[in-house]
């Protein structure tokens, strides 16, 4: 029996980072994964966020990313050939990060991997099939097996279950259902190693194109004068028949003329929109492509799993510290779930864009379409796809609504959330004992209150070590931020105290004039207080000897 304090099932990227992160908090974790080796292949994820870096960099990996991913700076939209408009992204004076890097999913693995090895809490098992789980109130057993046959047992606290999206035998042993939808049409994938001059820079969105009639292309740039070109292709669609007689290069032909070129990798897929109905099982977590499923325009697939990974991992993290109950798992999936759904919403509202379903939805689309060729006012209707953004956790059991500051909803495309209880908090250079650093890399540190200028720091430290049982960490805003462009940003008032959470989230802005209100905050902030338990029919114990094969 091999034990271990959590144990991460798959490899990738997600399972990468839930593993590293936890690691960050003195939590061992055995890593298993049924390929034998690490396999590259091809593009698949590509688009990587500023706030993903952000959280990769948090872990050791974020810089060498974004310094191998090619940055992006604009994304034209074209209606035929006839570009319509192009959105334009700047990076922020608040983040080390371009608003988004491309670079393949493999590589982003490797450079992972870099900071995975020689880590002391983490144990890598490769050729690990897992085909047997139980849970009960002591914990977590897996059985796997490797191609010679050999079974292994492991013993854990909890599982975060991060398999991707081919985990049916899983879902189904942990009664989990994967609700939603799949499109119809098919999307051919090929990375090109080309050179096309002026290119580098943009993402490039072909809507009806001459040489893809009726049906959408997509052109990212990659590192090395690589693109991944996407042709939404119908249905019926065979690849090989289509490399065989000269079709497949006669399609790449239409969009890099006579330059000579190599496919690296080529793959057909159909899309889909589905979200788990639950993504709590008892002491099972399940995270990115396990638990749910976005077709890939807006970057919203890999990034979102990111995002899993971290909710995951400080809540785990506390709870295994003994810093919160394990009532605070129920808050990741309503939390993550709500995620999910923000996602699938986006994206599917895209996909009713590119794949009408009736006649009147396509006439409406080449309605709009041919008016936005004549009217530029017309282009913010025309949905190419919405970028990947940070959730908002405004109706999460840990945090503490402000009537003052309350949220406005899903921002217009291209904006961010006014800072409040459940954003993100914006990042900032500040100055910490003459020494400048990122504010969210202080964040991610545990629980921390940002206290504005009229506030007694030394009674808040006190407050706080009477009361509470978990670590909680104080920044004076007009020490750290004395140009006051953080403090302006946030809009903080002189006696409020903003409470934050471990994943760099505001859960409450409380008076420093109430400092039991303010810890009844900070608990409820990591608590898991006033969650729901889990549902009645959701099995703590499973016994799949037989159902993931």
């Known amino acids: 029996m091999i034990n271990t304090q959590v144990l991460v099932l798959g490899n990738g990227p997600v399972g990468q980072t839930t593993a590293l992160l936890l690691a960050k908090w003195g939590i061992n974790v055995t890593i298993l994964d049924e390929r034998k080796q690490r396999d590259a292949v091809g593009s698949k994820a590509i688009a990587q966020h500023r706030d993903v870096l ?13 310094r191998e991913g090619l940055t992006w700076s604009r994304s034209r939209t074209y209606y035929g050939d006839t570009e319509i408009f192009c959105d334009s992204y700047f ?20 450079l992972l991997d870099l900071q995975v090895k020689g880590n002391p809490f983490i144990n890598v098992m490769w050729d690990q099939k897992v085909w047997g789980l139980q849970q009960d109130d002591s914990g977590v057993r897996v059985t796997s097996s490797s191609v010679d046959g050999k079974l ?24 989990v259902t994967l609700e939603g939808s799949t499109f ?36 990212h740039p990659c590192p090395g004068s690589q693109f991944r070109i996407d042709w939404q292709v119908p249905s ?17 032909r239409q969009i890099v003329g006579d330059a000579p070129y190599e496919i690296v990798w080529k793959s057909v897929y159909r899309f889909h929109s589905r979200v788990l109905d639950r993504m709590r099982v008892g002491k099972v977590l399940i995270a990115g492509d396990m638990a749910h499923l976005v077709s890939p325009f807006g970057g919203r697939g890999l990034n979102s799993g990111i995002g899993d990974a971290e909710n995951a991992a400080w809540k785990l993290a506390y709870l295994l510290r003994g810093w919160a109950g ?7 999936h309503s939390e993550r779930r709500a995620a999910a759904v923000e996602n699938i919403a986006v994206t599917t509202e895209t996909m009713d864009f590119l794949i009408p379903h009736t006649e009147s939805q396509r006439a409406h689309r080449i309605d709009l379409l041919e008016r936005a060729l004549r009217n530029p006012d017309e282009c ?10 940070p959730f908002w956790y405004v109706d999460s059991t840990l945090t503490t609504p402000d009537s003052a500051r309350q949220f406005q909803g899903r921002p217009l495309k291209g904006q961010i959330p006014e800072p409040g209880p459940g954003v993100i908090t914006p990042d900032a250079v500040v100055t910490v004992d003459g020494s400048e650093y990122q504010l969210r890399r202080l964040l991610r540190s545990g629980t921390v209150l940002l206290l504005g200028s009229g506030v007694n720091a030394e009674e808040v430290r006190q407050s706080m070590a009477s009361n509470q049982s978990s670590p909680v960490s104080v920044l004076e805003l007009a020490k750290i931020d004395p140009s006051q462009v953080l403090q302006s940003r946030l809009k903080v008032l002189p006696r409020e105290i903003w409470v934050v959470r471990p994943d760099a989230y505001i859960s409450a802005i409380c008076s420093a004039d109430n ?35």
């Open 380 to 389: 913010k209707n025309i949905n190419s796809g919405r970028l990947f953004e």
């Open 152 to 175: 292994r047992e492991f013993s854990a606290d909890y599982v975060v279950a991060a398999c991707g999206a081919r985990s049916d035998g899983l879902r189904k042993a942990l009664g």
């Open 54 to 66: 952000d959280v990769w960099e948090h872990v050791g990996a974020g810089n060498a990313i974004a």
């Open 91 to 110: 990076e922020r004076a608040d983040s080390p990060y371009p608003a988004f890097v491309n670079l393949s999913q493999t590589r982003t693995e490797e």
């Open 184 to 219: 119809d049409d098919r999307f051919l994938i090929c990375d090109i190693k080309v050179d096309m001059e002026g290119w580098a820079g943009e993402r490039r969105f072909y809507f009806d194109p001459e040489w893809n009639p009726g049906r959408q292309v997509l052109i």
């Open 515 to 549: 400092l039991a209100g303010l810890n009844v905050a900070v608990q409820r902030s990591h608590s898991g207080k006033g969650a729901q338990p889990a549902v009645p029919n959701s099995p703590l114990s499973h016994n799949m000897q037989t159902a993931v094969r």
């Open 326 to 332: 394990e009532e605070i798992l129920e808050t990741y």
């Open 236 to 252: 019926g669609y065979d690849l090989e028949k289509d490399d065989a007689d000269g079709g497949l290069d006669r399609r790449i």
